[in-house]
């Protein structure tokens, strides 16, 4: 879910394991010389959809890798398969009210440029929650420290590693 902290966490998480880190937001910004939002004003959703889902595919064929996946990206059926079948993954789960204080006065989230920012973002974690579902393990982030969701993904992740998944 966006705000949740993801790219923060893999990051850090990335370089406790020193693995690589790829963000996979920052990297259809970088290729597209633009701005997320700035995608989704000048050429939609279904453009970045597309972009997402040939960005992530294209990163999860590599190895050694933390990828911090787009909020909507696990719900594409295609990306969901890819990264269950080759990876291991982790659903960062924050309330939506903690979301919403992290959130409330950014204006680079297009999803969230509506009037009623918490009705939208209910909606968006309703619809969400039951791809999420189908993570390999689900944290709840709310009372927890950026050193503690780290340490509770690596723990999980040492307690099931396989060696043929990566982190998600």
Known sequence: MMGVGKSTIGKNLAKELKLKFSDIDKIIEKNEKCSIKEIFDNKGEIYFRKLEKKVTLEELEKDDLVI?????????????????????????????????????????????????????????????????????????????????VINKIKK?????????????
């Open 68 to 148: 911090a996946l787009g909020g909507g990206a696990f719900v594409n059926k295609t990306i969901r398969k890819k990264v269950k079948n080759s990876s291991i993954t982790f659903w960062l789960d924050l309330s939506v009210k903690s979301i919403l204080s992290r959130l409330k006065n950014v204006k680079k989230r297009p999803l969230l440029n509506q009037d009623n920012l918490e009705e939208t973002m209910n909606r968006i974690y309703s619809e969400r929650k039951k791809f999420y579902n189908e993570s390999t393990f689900r944290i709840k982030c709310n009372s927890m420290s950026i050193k503690k």
């Open 156 to 168: 999980l992740y040492e307690s099931s590693r396989d060696k043929s998944k990566k982190f998600k």
